[in-house]
């Protein structure tokens, strides 16, 4: 039997209590649960909180609606920063940057259960659980270039561990990924069909309540009972990883593209190097060269390095050292 925590359906994070288990939900659907400061200011406290307790085995995040999070708030943040209050962004940023590190070093097991989409912000959280979840529905993408930021959130982190150059290729170019491919690639870590979700949670459930102590391992065991297995398409762009280990492996971003070009003229016009192209052409220039900076520079580093490098960058974003493109680009997105 569950009681609850937090179980106001207005609420934009709510807290599920079960015996031995506490979920976290986020609850913005409409926004596809794009995250507030105060939504991360609420969870931060709750999972310290449920850190501390030893009745709680492991932890559950997931999303209601159609997207496990889209990333953080842009809309909310530009209505600061466009009055010139950068420092509101660098808060923000901070306290997305505390939470990502707080579930990275978590001292039990974090569930994160992606049934839709998951981008920014969202995929910082979901890459520092242990178990990432993902189904038929689950559609990934770092689209930082795209709006002018630098990598956030451990991107330059968990991008620069994907195998061969993958990681660059997908923060240069924001190309999307089913789950099938997260799972391949190493983003995701095990396939669930949707419709088994249910089944899934509620063994996970029994767990908690029935179990003394528990090992991860045994966590792991119950998830992989309902583990669907699966196949890349032959079209899936991680098919192409030699071809794009080619061209990702290139020194700068003019010599990548120079490659993608060469090839989309010797090969037929393969479909997803003409959008590799045409994603990086539209993207921010500065934001893709800071891009591949920190995913060279992250394989190097700890996750902590990777968050402080990236939060350093980002201050100079915000305060437009560097250029404006990420105003002038999310102006355009929030009042247009």
């Known amino acids: 039997m569950s009681t609850s925590v937090s179980m106001d359906p207005y609420s934009e994070v709510i807290f599920e209590e079960k015996k031995g288990v506490r979920k976290v939900i986020l609850n913005r659907p409409k926004q596809l649960n794009t ?38 708030d842009v809309k909310s943040a ?11 962004g660098a808060s923000y940023y901070r306290r997305q940057l505390n939470l990502d590190y707080v579930l990275a070093t978590y001292h039990k097991p974090v569930v994160s259960i992606v049934d839709g989409i998951v981008m920014g912000g969202g995929a910082g959280l979901t890459m520092q659980s242990n178990f990432r979840i993902v189904t038929e529905k689950t559609k990934f993408a770092a689209p930082e270039a795209a709006i002018g930021l630098s990598p956030d959130c451990g991107a330059s982190h968990f991008l620069s561990r994907l195998p061969g150059f993958f990681g660059e290729y997908l923060g240069l170019t924001g190309s999307r990924l089913n789950g099938i491919e997260m799972v391949a690639c190493g983003l995701a870590t095990h396939f669930v069909l949707s419709k088994d979700l249910i089944s899934m949670e509620e063994a996970l459930d ?24 699966v196949h890349l398409q032959r079209d899936s762009v991680f098919e192409r990883l030699d ?35 045409k994603s ?35 201050c100079h974003v915000l305060r437009k050292t560097i250029n404006s493109d990420y105003y002038e680009v999310n102006k355009i997105s929030s009042y247009g």
Request: with cysteine; hydrophobic share 40%.
């Open 280 to 314: 990086m052409k539209s993207a921010s220039p500065t934001s893709l060269k800071l891009f591949l900076r920190l995913i060279r520079e992250g394989r190097a580093q700890s996750l902590r390095q990777c968050l402080i490098a990236e939060f350093r960058v980002t």
């Open 78 to 88: 530009m209505s600061y920063l466009v009055q010139g209050h950068w420092s509101y």
């Open 243 to 277: 071809v794009i280990n080619k061209c990702f492996s290139k020194e700068t971003v003019e010599d990548i593209l120079s490659s993608l070009e060469e090839l989309s003229t010797n090969d037929q016009h393969q479909k997803w190097i003409v959008n590799a192209i």
């Open 35 to 72: 995250l507030t400061y105060e939504m991360m200011s609420q969870m931060l406290r709750r999972l310290r909180a449920f850190e501390e307790d030893p009745s709680i085995k492991f932890v559950v995040l997931k999303g209601n609606g159609r997207a496990f999070c889209a990333g953080g």
């Open 206 to 229: 029994s767990l908690a309540a029935s179990t003394g102590k528990l090992e991860t391992s045994t966590v792991s065991e119950t998830i992989n009972k309902f583990v669907q297995q």
